[in-house]
């Protein structure tokens, strides 16, 4: 099946070893899961991962009922497939989800597809989920704070990324679309200096990763704010 209509990511499909390196970083105490688990329980549910990447979430829901993986980017559906024996993982897009209607309870797209801006609608992808998720099912669309946290800082002063997310446009799309907004607070955390080294270099254009760097010599890690855009199923 040829998808269109799918962007592979830079850092996910570029670098998958760099990316597991962050995503091993990600929210060393829990904040971030504890936020996403009360926004939309999936104890005993249908839980989809859209977008998931090489799959390094998809281990970590044991409490579904069914994890399911869907992904874009036939390089990394290997590694997401080879993850771990209790999810299902698809050759699909956020526009084009192989599942049937109202048979989905939760839907996370972490990092995924979900960028509204004035050059980019993401209406059909929420279209296509609205089709699996059964009545009072929840789409959470886990993205970057671009105001709060250290993180932040590093997404405005790195010109791509601050385009992505300028003023208030992708919450302004969302509350029209009849979804609630939280912001949540965390982290990265690394185990070594040259680990972080490695992620900012990934993310971030090489002066903006470098000056970070340099005025921060003793740090590994940094702050990180989340927004959570949550959107129910009517
Ligand atoms: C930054 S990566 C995040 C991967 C994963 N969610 C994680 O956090 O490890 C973005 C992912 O979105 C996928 N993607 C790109 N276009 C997409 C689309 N139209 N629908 C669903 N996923 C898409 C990419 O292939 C990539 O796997």
């Known amino acids: 099946m040829t998808l269109h209509d799918f962007v592979p990511a830079a850092n996910q499909g570029d670098d998958p070893a760099v990316y597991e390196i962050e995503n091993e970083a990600i929210d060393p105490e829990g904040v971030l899961w504890a936020a996403l688990r009360q926004a939309a329980d999936w104890r005993r549910k249908v839980l989809v991962d859209l977008g998931c990447g090489s799959g390094y979430w998809l281990q970590k829901y044991s409490e579904a009922e069914k994890t399911i993986g869907i992904e874009p980017d036939e390089r990394l559906l290997d590694a997401a497939r ?5 999810a299902e993982v698809f050759h ?10 109202a048979s989905v309870d939760v839907v ?3 990092f995924a597809y979900f960028f509204p801006s004035e050059s980019f609608d993401p209406s059909a992808g929420l279209e296509e989920v609205a089709r699996v998720l059964r009545p009072g099912g929840r ?4 993205d970057n704070d671009h105001v ?3 993180f932040a800082a590093l997404l405005q002063a790195s010109a791509p990324a601050a385009a992505q997310g300028r003023g208030s446009y992708p919450s302004d799309w969302w509350r029209e679309k009849g979804a609630r907004t939280a912001a949540v607070m965390s982290g990265w955390q690394f185990d070594s200096r040259s680990d972080l080294e490695r992620v900012l270099h990934l993310e971030f254009p ?3 990763a470098e000056d970070w760097l340099n005025s921060h010599p003793d740090r590994l890690g940094l702050s990180y704010g ?6 129910t199923k009517p």
Request: charged share 25%; hydrophobic share 45%.
């Open 139 to 142: 789409l959470v669309v886990i």
């Open 92 to 101: 699909g897009s956020a526009e084009h989800i192989p599942l049937a209607d």
């Open 226 to 231: 989340y927004l959570l855009h949550i959107w």
């Open 108 to 110: 996370h797209a972490r």
């Open 148 to 150: 709060l946290g250290e």
């Open 206 to 208: 090489d002066d903006v």
């Open 82 to 86: 080879g993850r771990t024996r209790r």
